[in-house]
């Protein structure tokens, strides 16, 4: 973190000041100066035009009806037909010939009518950032919306909000002049922009229906961002519980803000699921904190990777709170400081880890977190839904030598919940059971349950005294570990096939499968491999994809079958690592955001550093077949395992590769299956500082040759130039 911009006072609310003006001229148009600023329930400050329950002031234009024909969504093609796109290391996004990108939402562009729009060369004010895009886009999805009912309607192309997750930050290219530290303290303007640029959009869209061109609707009402203040409540066994009580919900009901949210997931009763990541590395916790803790909790604070002595991400508590409460800046201090719980933020990291409820069409109810689901670092989840079976929700724990999850809902699917929005939510996620994967070397599996009182999670568990459910699902990596789970190779991103009802898991990579974490039959490789000629990488290098199929094909299922359906490699790698048979058409490494669209294509992107040497990280179609379509074979280090039947490159093509040092994540269609949305995120991330970036993209996505812009995390819309089926 560079010290290098002096602090002034004017600095704290705008430190843009021609930003300042022309946004308070139009603001005034709405409403009197004096009310610019107000807090919100959650102590936040916001710009008065800010929540949607002030938002009477900006009127609600009702859109063009339209008529909500069903349309052609077309079937599962036998093979793909697309150009592959070659391998590149060039700053823009290559797609096929005959399709066409459209860059939609970057970082700090407006959604709201009252602000201007982003300006490199004059960064805008950290609250304005409330109604602006935030930064690292990631997982993302498109909810149909009904233009007479406003409500979810999933047969709907035309209109319908885009609800997307902002990971995290690049703090070097969001500041004017990268992050900055005066005598010790983040200025509080730039934490209020890194808060506000975390956490997820809601935008509002239309697509033309005759050229499939996409566009914001910036003064739509249900515009509107979900920050790391925005005020959630907590439901399931973990709400209410001591464990997650703060000095600001003493009962452990509420808490503010979601951040790390990485990839998503949706339910079938159209509500958007967002995930907390690496949510631990937010907080910061004095050596001294052990003295002061019993054992089980130092235990489960370093088993969530906060030990005694860890600072903080980004240095959000240094800030001095002018604006804001000092109070939001305290809580990420996880240290024991008061007499109490109640009194401090000891239990911060527990009011994270959650998967996170949003209702995009429910402007007035706050957030939920869903402590049933478990609390770990979640990256993604699936959700299966068979009418008169209970739910499955899938789910991944993105770190090294970490497990895959289940949770199974009590209430069995009704369809007629299909619009119940947070009372769904209530009725499927507050009670139901969550499960652990273990792999056995013979392609069976089981599902282990993390029951209080069952399988030994108990108060006498050696790994934590499990004296409730809330302690299980609020420490489930200790309960699973205590139950003999398999360690996988980082689950990243999970997608139901919608013909067979597989799940497929992404395992991104391991550098420490063969070492720390001894090859077993579901992470069966440890190779060596050469990056830029020079720099020996080891374990999983490339990352490979798992899928199973419940036994008697039910969602309650406790047993499985499994196989690999595809291993990451570059095409010139041995057959013993190459296992799927990837040519140049096809090679890939790093597998993480990864999606069924309705047909039956799979979409799988990739974030990686490993082959990044030779091209930029990329998107890829598949039409995989099923569990036991292949055969077993033996790894380069002498595993035996089961795989996929192999592939060629007319059921796994290349579709797209990014701009330089960018991640690909995130994947929706729309219903018509004509305009697939990707996340472009961290482009040039890798920079040294604001004025050297190694990327200009999306500026370059127009002008291939700028060699000025700032690099911008995207949201982009590819479409095709005749209108058709994408990868049709
Ligand atoms: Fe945020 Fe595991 O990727
Ligand atoms: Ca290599
Ligand atoms: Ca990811
Ligand atoms: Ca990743």
């Given at each position: ?12 609310l ?21 009310d610019?600023?107000?807090k ?6 916001a ?6 329950a002030?938002?009477?002031?900006i009127p ?23 150009t ?6 060039l700053?823009v996004v290559?797609v ?7 860059v939609?939402y ?13 300006d ?27 233009s007479?009912?406003?409500?979810v ?8 909000l885009?609800?997307?997750n ?54 739509s ?9 925005t ?10 519980s ?6 600001f ?23 958007y ?14 050596k ?64 994270f ?21 478990g609390?770990f ?28 999850y ?7 699917w ?5 619009k ?24 069976t ?12 999670l108990n ?8 004296t ?12 699973a570990?205590?139950?003999?789970a398999t ?5 990243e991103?999970?997608?139901i ?14 550098s ?5 974490y ?36 039910q969602?309650?299922?406790?047993r ?7 291993f ?21 490494s ?7 669209d309705s ?11 490993a ?9 890829l ?8 379509d ?19 490159d ?12 960018a ?6 269609l ?5 305009a ?12 040294a ?5 190694n990327s ?9 040759g ?23």
């Open positions: 973190m560079k010290e290098q911009t002096p602090y002034h006072e004017d600095q704290e705008d430190n843009n000041n021609s930003e300042n003006t022309h946004f308070n001229d139009i603001l005034e148009q709405y409403i009197s100066r004096r610019l600023i107000k919100t329930a959650s102590g936040a400050i710009l008065a035009i800010a929540t949607s002030t938002a009477t002031s609600f234009r009702h859109p063009r009806p339209h008529k909500h024909r069903p349309t052609e969504s077309g079937t599962r093609p036998e093979k793909l037909t697309f592959p796109v070659a391998k590149n290391k700053d290559t096929p010939e005959g399709y066409d990108v459209k939609l970057r970082l700090g562009d407006a959604i709201h009518p009252a602000l201007n729009d982003w490199d060369n004059n960064i805008p004010s950290g609250p304005s950032f409330q109604f602006r895009s935030g930064d690292c886009h990631d997982g993302i999805h498109f909810f149909g919306l009904n007479r009912t406003k409500q309607d999933d047969r709907v192309s035309s209109e319908g885009l609800v997307m902002h990971e995290y930050i690049n703090p070097t290219f969001l500041h004017p002049k990268g992050p900055t530290k005066v005598d010790g303290h983040r200025p509080e303007d730039e934490v209020i922009r890194e808060t506000n640029a975390h956490g997820v959009s809601i935008i509002h869209i239309r697509k033309d229906d005759a050229t499939q061109d996409v566009n914001l609707v910036k003064h009402i249900f515009n509107r961002r979900i920050t790391a203040t005020l959630m409540q907590f439901e399931g066994p973990a709400a209410g001591k464990l997650l009580a703060t000095a919900s003493p009962k452990g009901v509420r808490t503010r803000g979601t951040h790390n949210n990485c990839g998503n997931g949706y339910t079938p009763w159209g509500t699921l967002t995930t907390e990541e690496n949510f631990i590395g937010y907080f910061q916790r004095s001294e904190d052990d003295n002061k803790r019993p054992a089980h909790e130092i235990a489960a604070l370093a088993r969530y990777g906060l030990k005694a002595g860890s600072s903080s991400r980004y240095g959000w508590e240094s800030a001095v709170g002018k604006l804001q409460p000092q109070d939001l800046y305290d809580r990420w201090v996880a240290d024991v400081k008061k007499s109490s719980e109640k009194l401090d933020y000891r239990n911060g990291p527990n009011t880890g959650w998967m996170v409820e949003i209702d995009p069409f429910d402007i007035k109810h706050h957030p939920v977190k869903r402590t049933a689901l609390r670092a979640h990256e993604d989840s699936a959700c299966r839904a068979v009418a008169g079976q209970p739910l499955a929700f899938y789910m991944g724990d993105d770190s090294r030598g970490e497990y895959i289940k949770y199974v809902s009590d209430a069995v009704n369809p007629r919940d299909s119940g929005g947070y009372k769904a939510g209530d009725k499927y996620m507050n009670r139901g059971r969550l499960y652990v994967a273990k792999f056995n070397q013979n392609g599996g089981e599902w282990i349950e993390l029951t209080h009182g069952k399988n030994g108060a006498s568990n050696k790994v934590y005294p499990f409730s459910q809330a302690d299980v699902v609020t420490f489930a990596r200790m309960a570990d205590s139950v003999g360690r996988m190779d980082r689950p991103w999970c997608s096939h919608p013909e067979t009802g597989e799940v497929y898991v992404t395992l991104t990579n391991n420490n499968r063969g070492t720390n001894p090859t077993d039959a579901a992470n069966p490789r440890n190779y060596q491999d050469l990056y830029g000629g020079t720099k020996t990488q080891k374990g999983n290098v490339n990352g490979h994809v798992i899928r199973f199929k419940e036994v008697n094909d969602t309650t299922a406790t499985f079958e499994w196989d690999i359906y595809l990451g490699a570059e095409a010139g790698m041995n057959p013993n690592i190459n296992l799927s048979g990837l040519t140049d058409n096809n090679d890939f790093s597998p993480d955001g990864m999606a069924f047909r039956g294509i799979l979409w799988l992107q990739t974030d990686d550093s082959y990044t040497d030779v091209t930029n990280c990329m998107m179609a598949a039409l995989p077949g099923f569990v036991g292949g055969t077993t074979a033996t790894t380069s280090s002498g595993q035996l395992t089961r795989v996929g039947a192999k592939v060629n007319s059921n796994l093509r290349r579709f797209l590769v990014g701009p330089k040092e991640e690909i994540t995130g994947i929706t729309t219903p018509d299956n004509k697939i949305f990707v996340n472009i995120q961290h482009p040039g991330e890798e920079s500082s604001f004025d050297q970036p200009h993209w999306p500026a370059t996505q127009a002008n291939a700028n060699t000025t812009a700032r690099p911008r995390s995207a949201t982009i819309v590819i479409t095709r130039k005749d209108g058709g089926l994408i990868a049709g």
